[in-house]
């Protein structure tokens, strides 16, 4: 008698390695997508910034996430100039 899938009756259902990395990786996205839901919340306080064109009060968050923004384009950058030449 066979099971589901053509598998010798009593046959145990093994998780290939592939479909464990892929749960692995979709457990830490929701884990960092929480933990950044969590940062976002938590920072919302108006802080004062001197931005280039004056100064205005903005959500630390906001001002945070600019800053990552930024740093994430100049990085690109350096990284792209290095490979270039």
């Keep these: 008698m066979r099971g589901p899938a053509n598998q010798p009756a009593g046959a145990h259902h093994r998780t290939p390695a592939r479909g464990r990395r892929e ?3 979709t457990i830490a996205a929701f884990g960092l997508g929480g933990l950044g839901v969590l940062f ?3 920072n919302v306080d108006e802080v004062e910034v001197n931005w280039i064109l004056g100064t205005w009060s903005t959500p630390l968050i906001i001002v945070i996430a600019l800053s ?3 740093g994430a384009g100049v ?3 350096v990284a792209r100039r290095r490979e270039g030449g």
Aim: proline fraction near 0%; glycine fraction near 8%; aromatic fraction near 16%.
């Design 40 to 42: 976002a919340v938590l």
């Design 75 to 77: 990085g690109y950058l």
């Design 23 to 25: 749960q692995a990786r």
């Design 68 to 70: 990552f923004l930024v």
